[in-house]
């Protein structure tokens, strides 16, 4: 079975500073590994995705995660938070092809402040 | 690529009300999947196609739940005798799989349902 843990259900940061969005998963298989993001009105959209190789993974809009299978972790961060990265965020686990085997955490709500 | 697109964007019933929801996914995928979110969780899935056939359906989705794919591109879910714990929003997604290729989801904006 998988599972996703999202630590901080809100997030707040000023404008400029570090942004990141913890995340703990739970796999008994190699884990897919994703980072979604949803805007208020908006689907969801895929931040950055881990499958295999590389354990730090650079996703669009400067940020990136790093898989740590130790820590069973893939924690989001940008160095510097924008207004317009105010969203929620979704870690999501999967067992490799299938939406139908990806699970979602509760998501973190990003809020910048100026 | 105009993305997935879903119809209606807000659904306001009364209980005991049937309601129908519509997706169109982007034109050349071939997978198409429907979630449900509630407040303060992610996406849980509820049933997904390959093409026209319904390949999986979660425990989440009662009897009172039906989607269909009649043709291999939009798809429809139906809520019959529609209750108050239905209310959530509905999102559908759809993806080009492709052999040796990993899948990737694209996300539609979701039908907001309410009911009273």
């Known amino acids: 079975a998988q599972s996703v843990t999202q630590l901080g259900s809100h997030v707040s940061v000023s404008e400029g500073a570090l942004v990141l969005l913890r995340c703990n998963y739970s796999s008994s298989v190699p884990p897919y590994l994703f980072w979604y993001v949803q805007y208020p009105n908006q689907g969801l959209q895929l931040l950055l995705k881990y499958t295999t190789g590389a354990t730090l993974v650079k996703g669009i809009n400067g940020f990136e995660a790093e898989f740590k299978k130790s820590e069973t972790s893939f924690h989001l961060t940008k160095p510097s938070a924008h207004m317009s990265d105010a969203a929620e965020y979704f870690c999501a686990v999967g067992s490799g092809t299938g939406g139908f085997k990806t699970i979602f955490g509760a998501g973190t709500r990003l809020f910048v402040k100026a | 690529d105009t993305g997935v697109s879903q119809d209606p964007r807000h659904k306001i019933t009364k209980r005991g009300q049937n309601v129908t929801f519509r997706c169109d996914p982007i034109?050349?995928?071939?997978?198409l999947y429907w979630y449900r979110q509630t407040l303060g969780q992610g996406p849980e899935f509820l049933t997904y196609f390959q093409n026209e056939a319904q390949l999986e359906k979660s425990r989440l989705l009662s009897d009172r739940f039906s989607a269909e794919r009649p043709k291999g591109s939009f798809s429809t879910l139906e809520i019959q005798r529609t209750e108050q714990g239905d209310s959530a929003m509905y999102l559908c997604?759809?993806?080009?799989?492709?052999?040796?290729?990993?899948?990737?989801?694209?996300f539609g904006s979701g039908t907001q349902l309410s009911v009273l």
């Open positions: 034109s050349e995928h071939n997978r």
């Open positions: 997604a759809s993806s080009l799989v492709q052999a040796g290729a990993n899948e990737k989801l694209f």
